[in-house]
Nanobody
Framework: QVQLVESGGGLVQPGGSLRLSCAAS????????IGWFRQAPGKEREGVSC????????YYADSVKGRFTISRDNAKNTVYLQMNSLKPEDTAVYYC????????????????WGQGTQVTVSS
């Protein structure tokens, strides 16, 4: 069964850090671009970051550039999103998604989605 499972969310104070994990089962991530998305209450889902399968090139939304870092460990079949200097506006449910493609990761259709993990930034 193909599955993506996010973990690592939680409650953190402004300025704090969290590391989200996206673990794949039922398939290998080696050939998949991976994206992180988020959706806050009452807002549309937005792309946060992604990493390609071919050369590991990355993309970051302007709102998280310099604060978030995406990385992949193909040996562990897992992709991470390190989030530093968190702000209240980062509060959202974070989803990871996988796309079977060797061509980039930005603005592409994603095939598999996880169930999401809640990130709350509040004092």
């Amino acid at each position: 069964q193909v599955q993506l499972v996010e973990s690592g969310g939680g409650l953190v104070q402004p300025g704090g850090s969290l590391r989200l994990s996206c673990a794949a089962s039922g398939f290998t991530l080696d050939y998949y671009a991976i994206g992180w998305f988020r959706q806050a209450p009452g807002k549309e889902r937005e792309g946060v970051s992604c990493i390609s399968s071919s050369d590991g090139s990355t993309y970051y939304a302007d709102s998280v550039k310099g604060r978030f870092t995406i990385s992949r460990d193909n040996a562990k079949n897992t992709v991470y999103l390190q989030m530093n200097s968190l702000k209240p506006e980062d509060t959202a449910v974070y989803y990871c998604a996988a796309a079977l493609t060797g061509y980039g990761c930005y603005d592409i259709p994603y095939d598999y989605w996880g169930q999401g993990t809640q990130v709350t930034v509040s004092s």
